[in-house]
Every structure is written in structure tokens, then in C-alpha cells.
């Protein structure tokens, strides 16, 4: 059995996601996430993407404090493996808008603002 390296976080959080079909076709669907870890994201959904299919997804976190904003994290990646109503994918993680970003952040895959 092949160990994990990365610590999975239990969310569930709303997330939106596209991806361009073999003949160019786009398409977009959304879900929930199940859990999240630096290397990969897990989602369920009603609309699957196939395996191997390259994904953009936009998700939110919620604030860390009452006043705080909501955090955006802006991901893509490649579909590992499909499971019933959900898909496990690759990811890389990332600040909407953001260029550039503190290599401590970076170095957890959750990239928080400046």
C-alpha cells in the first residue's frame, strides 16, 4: 500500500471547475470539495470530467476571522481517478490576481495573501 506524503484536510467547500473536452469543447460544472492536501484536491459532483482531463477550478475559504475576507484559491490540475460521484486530481494551488507570493506559502501549496 502506497503511503501518503501530504496531510489531507477535511473540507467541504464549494468549488466551480472547466475543462476542454478531445474536440474543444468547454465545459464547466461544479461540486463540493471532500478533502484537500498540497498535492491534490478530491471533489463530488453530479457531472464528471473524464480521466486525464486537464481542470481549472475556482474555490473559497472561509474567513479566518469574523471581519476577514474570504479567501480565493484558483487551481488546475489533471484527473487521477474517478470514484462513484466524485474525481480525485493533481493540483496546484494559487491567490486570484496574485503574481507573486512569500516562498513560505508557497512551499505549503495554500498560497494566503501578502
Known sequence: MKQRICRRYELQLPVLYS?????GAMHQAGGFTRN???????IVSTQLPPRGADLSLQATLPP???AANVIPLQASGR???IEGRGFALTSDFGLWGEAEFEPEARATGVVLAK
Open 79 to 81: 484527473v487521477l481517478r
Open 19 to 23: 475543462w476542454t473536452d478531445e474536440t
Open 64 to 66: 479566518l476571522e469574523e
Open 36 to 42: 484537500i492536501s498540497t498535492q491534490g484536491i478530491y
